[in-house]
């Protein structure tokens, strides 16, 4: 019986997981800690919701830059790719599209450091000190 068993595992197809990880770095490969993903809405007209502190928390990045397993709530129905956008604080954000059945084992996201030239212009007559 046992050899029925494992003569049926080894032929049949491993199941393999549909999502890997999701790693936050900068340019130069450094990892980004406290970075958030946030899912994009399917529905354009639905309002975005607000998250508190715990929420946020659960939803940054650690200290190696690894994004939490949420990617559920970010899979749309209407074509099987998860859609998301991961923000910091002094990064440009990146939205990303990703197919659910294309997913690689590691994704790997570079934030942009918000440029000099996209910062806010100062007010007039603000002194430079």
């Not at 939205?95 to 806010?120: H, Q, T, Y």
Request: aromatic letters at 4%.
């Amino acid at each position: 019986m046992l050899l029925v068993v494992l003569v049926s595992a080894c032929n049949s197809e491993p199941e393999v997981s549909a999502r890997g990880r999701v790693i936050v770095v900068d340019p130069s490969g450094a990892p980004i800690r406290g970075a958030i993903l946030v899912p994009e809405p399917e529905n354009p007209s639905v309002v975005p919701i607000k998250y508190d502190r715990d929420e946020i928390a659960a939803r940054a990045s650690d200290a190696q830059g690894v994004l939490p397993a949420l990617l559920d709530m970010c899979l749309w129905d209407s074509d099987g790719c998860y859609h998301f956008r991961v923000q910091r604080s002094g990064y440009e954000d990146a939205a990303m599209v990703v197919s659910r059945d294309l997913f690689p084992p590691v994704l790997r996201i570079v934030l942009k450091p918000v440029s000099s030239s996209s910062k806010p212009a100062r007010r007039p007559g603000a002194s430079s000190a």
